[in-house]
């Protein structure tokens, strides 16, 4: 880009502003390969029949991709058109089967939906209600229904994609999850990838006031990057234990150092509870792999027993949400409370059966593909991604099929798995091989792979739904709060509001979002 061009553009901006598999195969096809489980899961069982066949039976089961009982042929979850007030619950394909994603797409084509609702698979009535008004009541909203698409067993589905100020809940007297210190466990399946330390993004049971009731009132999974008691180890995502007035790694209020981040694209998240002297916190790839045991042990001293309600929350603290929103971000899947302790070999087994279930993503950032990222801010939907050939920052720039080959060179990247996270990704120059596009001081640039770890952290993103609602937005690896972010033209890592000039609240959401487009060599 020559002096002159980038001075003009200046201007402008200015004016304008394997085990797994053979267990699986065990436990539900006999001699069947790993494909054919793959394919047939969901009609022959799901996590719910697993846990009852452990004598741990499901009590509130919750998902938007899937039956949790493999007889399951009723609706997953409501949604409600923003342009007339309708609702409609989506169902599964088949008993057992997978969400009915066309039938949202059909419903929805044309305006926007939110999920209102998600069923209880149980039939015990614990269905969760968006906590606003026109749900239970309160100060949230519910969450936009089609922000994350996904593929499971090949198939498309939703899932429920929660930003601060969206969350749900549920309590029927009737529905069976555990009071008191009555044993429970329960599981989620939720992303590494869209976190946030915001509390709290929740799911289990809590107390049926939405007040903070004391120590032991709440048993809910805790997913985020939130260090609530100090001296955390590692950068998280961790999966902690919500007892209230604490979120536990462990026994204490002291770091467990046991812990590990979960930061794949699905993560597996479980928690088991007797009530009285011992819990476990648990960990995984959805995808593929066993279980981490991250702790086993004592409740911590001043939670036992434990005083539970007999609630449900999805996506905030038990406090939230009346007079307050909930400051938390998350993913949500599928999940399940359960009645009693379940086994360490239950626990596998469902790990085991999400495993096989086929979660994976529906975005144009596979490995080895070559992309044109184009901004979709109104001033600049001809610009492209690119990097300066006078240096060796990240700009934004026009391109177009009369463009010079240099040009179009400049502005195509390869997709590789991330450097820092292979459930992430990095972009590798299509026309400088072996150079990436990396943060350095929250500017962008495209260097050569130093092989640092520093370097792997910065050069590595994580494709999010776009922040104005379309296309893709890439989350900083290292920086979850931070996007890439075109601003006067040039690139950067930026924040929705923060003490940089490029962290400018304006336009941010439609600044972060990119349209993955033809590349263009």
Request: glycine share 14%; aromatic share 8%.
């Amino acid at each position: 880009m020559t002096t002159r061009s980038w001075l003009r553009r200046a201007r402008r901006a200015l004016l304008a502003a394997g085990a797994t598999t053979l267990l699986v195969a065990g436990l539900l096809t006999g001699a069947a390969t790993a494909s054919q489980a793959t394919a047939s899961v969901a009609a022959a069982q799901g996590p719910c029949d697993v846990y009852a066949a452990g004598g741990t039976p499901c009590v509130a089961a919750h998902s938007t991709t899937r039956a949790l009982f493999g007889s399951y042929n009723g609706p997953l979850y409501q949604v409600q058109r923003a342009s007339d007030g309708t609702l409609l619950d989506v169902g599964v394909l088949s008993a057992g089967g997978i969400a009915d994603a066309a039938a949202q797409d059909s419903f929805c084509a044309g305006t926007t939906c939110t999920i209102t609702r998600v069923h209880d698979q149980t039939g015990g009535g614990n269905t969760l209600v968006y906590q606003g008004t026109g749900g239970t009541g309160g100060a949230d909203t519910a969450a936009t229904a089609n922000t994350e698409a996904l593929s499971l067993g090949g198939r498309k589905a939703y899932a429920l994609h929660i930003n601060p100020g969206n969350s749900y809940f549920a309590y029927n007297s009737t529905g069976g999850v555990p009071t008191g210190s009555s044993p429970e466990g329960e599981y989620m399946v939720t992303s590494g990838t869209h976190v946030n330390n915001g509390c709290c993004f929740d799911y289990g049971n809590t107390e049926i006031d939405h007040k903070a009731d004391g120590n032991g009132a709440m048993d809910a999974i805790n997913f985020g990057t939130e260090c609530w008691f100090g001296g955390c180890t590692g950068t998280g995502p961790w999966v902690q234990a919500d007892l209230e007035n604490g979120l536990f790694p462990g026994g204490s209020k002291t770091w467990n150092p046991d812990q590990v981040s979960q930061t794949s694209r699905f993560v597996t998240a479980m928690l088991k509870n007797d009530g009285t002297t011992r819990m476990a916190l648990k960990g995984a790839n959805s995808q593929s792999g066993g279980l981490t045991q991250l702790y086993s042990g004592s409740l911590p001293s001043g939670w036992s027993p434990m005083h539970k309600q007999g609630a449900v929350i999805l996506g905030s603290g038990g406090d939230c949400c009346q007079t307050n929103r909930n400051a938390s971000a998350g993913t949500f899947y599928e999940g399940a409370v359960v009645k009693g302790y379940p086994s360490d070999a239950t626990d596998a087994a469902v790990q085991a059966n999400i495993a096989a279930a086929g979660y994976t993503t529906t975005t144009p950032f596979t490995p080895g593909a070559k992309v044109s990222l184009r901004a979709t801010t109104s001033c600049c939907t001809g610009d492209y991604l690119r990097h300066d050939t006078s240096d060796d920052r990240v700009v934004i720039a026009p391109v177009t099929s009369g463009s010079s080959a240099t040009d179009k060179g400049n502005a195509t990247w390869i997709v590789r798995a991330g450097l820092a996270n292979s459930g992430c990704v990095s972009f590798e120059s299509a026309d400088t091989p072996g150079s990436y596009l990396r943060h350095y001081a929250f500017q962008l640039h495209l260097q050569p792979d130093a092989g640092t770890s520093q370097f792997a952290a910065d050069a590595t993103f994580c494709a999010q739904p776009g922040n104005g609602g379309t296309g893709y937005s890439l989350q900083s690896f290292n920086y979850p709060a931070k996007y890439v972010r075109h601003y006067r033209l040039a690139g950067y890592l930026a924040s929705d509001g923060g003490a940089n000039a490029w962290d400018n609240p304006t336009s941010w959401a439609q600044d972060t979002s990119w349209l993955a487009a033809a590349p263009w060599s």
